[in-house]
């Protein structure tokens, strides 16, 4: 049920994106299209964003946010509800705000409810939810008849950029370049540089504050046997996220290799399928995965992605998790039902008339090198992991939809280093509350979204998770509870309770035989 800063989507075949869609229909491609105070949390169609109180520039912030993707952009709208106000600054290189612009595939959808917005789970009256979007664009009906659980990925992010360009204290065009404890004015230092609109450095700043959100996100993966290619100029090698950016390139090559086994990969796959003339598809699927496996979508799996499972996982021993997240890839990397129900649909629409697709889904399989031949063609080196066999593909043009990765933290965090504590893997700890652990002497806090999935779960990058997570950091910012937590989110019990169970009284502790003695 992930929704994260990569594409997992599921796909229908009837009629026409996370950190997860679905797609219907057709699959012609769309490409998806700063004030500085907070202010009152006002109940209007659109939020409007009076300012606070003029501050000094050298007044320092209650939160400073690094990053406005999905995560730090829930927890910029509920601090802006906050009582108070907080004083806050979120701060992005980017121009605007975009999700994922590459894999916005028409008919994709959200695989999380569209309650899983930015504000919904923590705050339903704020003026942030989705709900309030569509009244504000005069859509609120329309939706209501559409009775769509699950919006498509391009209208979640027109809702994200909506909220982006209303919410005050949001600076895009600002990278971030370092982030420094002052021990004498007990207040972390941030400095940033703005950009122009070219993207070249213009003007350098600081700002200072008592607390710091890292939301940077994740990158797009790339295989290292592949990282030449993908790297080379004008070479056919691309990630999927760029995949609507080069679709016409790829319709247009003669014989196309999707590469991944996550719903990213399968609706690409199948997306580039339904383009193609039946017959001269030339296209092969391959993935490291024993099968093209489904996703756990159960309503008992999906508790995984609760905050009571959350608390369990990050109560486990270091091991324990490490060895437990390996296993729970179908929680989060296998693909929508719906969407290997359209992939075997449309395969099997076009033998209809006889003869088979030029289709080839390989699963099972790794690169093992890869390079180019007679001149723009490519040769992928191939091993099959279980027969142990090789092989060669000769390719025109290949799709990396092999994942993200959380981007490290190492750069930003430099100036920290000497006060961060990490576990036996060297990565930073990261308590319940989702602070890092510093030493002592720094008095502030540094808290992290979508980094912690070592020491959180699976759930880290699930939009599903998001308000509350930036419930819970603007509870522990604020010392109060501005947003009343949930006691309990799930009917499985994830763990034994170590309490000493009530006694029972002798009678009722005597054992019964099963069978009967003659």
């Known amino acids: 049920m992930t929704g ?14 996370a950190g997860t869609t679905r797609t219907t229909g057709s699959t012609n491609s769309t490409n998806s299209t700063n004030s500085t105070s907070n202010a009152s949390n006002t109940r209007t169609t659109t939020p409007t964003s009076p300012a606070a109180p003029a501050t000094a520039p050298d007044r320092p912030h209650d939160l400073v946010g690094i990053g406005i993707g999905p995560f730090n952009l829930s927890l910029a709208a509920l601090a802006h509800g906050t009582p108070g106000p907080l ?74 950029r909506w909220v982006s360009e209303h919410l ?79 679709r016409d390139t790829l319709l247009a090559a003669g014989h196309v290799t999707v590469i991944g086994s996550g719903q990213s990969g399968a609706e690409i796959f199948l997306d580039l399928l339904r383009a193609r003339p039946a017959g001269a598809e030339r296209l092969h699927w391959l993935a490291r995965t024993e099968a093209f496996a489904p996703m756990e979508y159960s309503k008992l799996g999906l508790e995984h992605f609760t905050p009571d499972y959350t608390q369990y996982f990050h ?55 890869a390079g180019r ?3 723009s063609h490519l040769e992928l080196h191939l091993e099959h992991l279980r027969q142990g066999t090789r092989s060669r593909l000769a390719t025109d043009a290949v799709v990396l939809a092999t994942g993200y990765r959380e981007r490290p933290l190492d750069g930003l965090l430099a100036g920290l280093d000497p006060h961060l504590r990490r576990d036996t893997a060297g990565r930073p700890r990261v308590g319940a509350d989702y602070r890092l652990v510093l030493d002592d002497t ?35 910012v604020t010392g109060k509870e501005p947003y009343p937590l949930p006691r309990r989110t799930a009917f499985t019990t994830f763990g034994l309770d170590a309490r000493e169970a009530p006694s029972l009284p002798a009678q009722s502790r005597k054992l019964t035989p099963l069978t009967e003695t003659v």
């Open 4 to 17: 994260t800063t990569g594409s997992t989507t599921r796909t229908t075949s009837t009629t026409s994106n």
């Open 87 to 160: 004083a806050t600054a979120f701060y992005d290189q980017r121009p605007a705000f975009h999700w994922h612009p590459g894999q916005l595939i028409d008919g994709a959808t959200l695989q999380v409810p569209f309650l899983a917005d930015l504000v919904t789970l923590a705050d339903p009256a704020s003026p942030w939810t989705f709900l309030n979007y569509l009244r504000a664009k005069d859509r609120l009906f329309p939706f209501y008849f559409a009775e769509k659980f699950h919006i498509h990925r391009a209208e979640y992010d027109a809702y994200c």
């Open 442 to 476: 720094v008095t502030g806090s540094v808290y992290v979204q979508n980094a912690e999935r070592h020491t959180h779960g699976v759930g880290t990058p699930d939009l599903g998770l998001a308000a509350w997570r930036s419930a819970v950091i603007l509870n522990t």
């Open 373 to 375: 031949v007679a001149g």
């Open 168 to 246: 005050p204290g949001l600076h895009f065009g600002h990278h971030v370049d370092a982030i420094r404890w002052n021990p004498q004015r007990r207040l972390f230092d941030v400095d940033f540089t703005q950009l122009d609109t070219d993207g070249e450095a213009a003007a350098l700043g600081r700002a200072h504050t008592r607390n710091v959100v890292l939301g940077v996100g994740t990158a797009p993966h790339v295989p290292e046997p592949l990282r030449p290619l993908a790297d080379a100029p004008d070479v056919p090698v691309l990630h999927s996220a760029d995949y609507l950016a080069h």
């Open 315 to 369: 109560a486990l021993p270091e091991p324990a998790r490490d060895t437990l997240l390996p296993h729970q890839w179908q929680l989060h990397k296998g693909i929508d039902t719906d969407t290997l129900a359209a992939i075997h649909d449309e395969l099997y629409r076009r033998t209809l008339h006889g003869g088979w697709p030029d289709a080839v889904l390989t699963p099972g399989v790794q690169v093992r090198t």
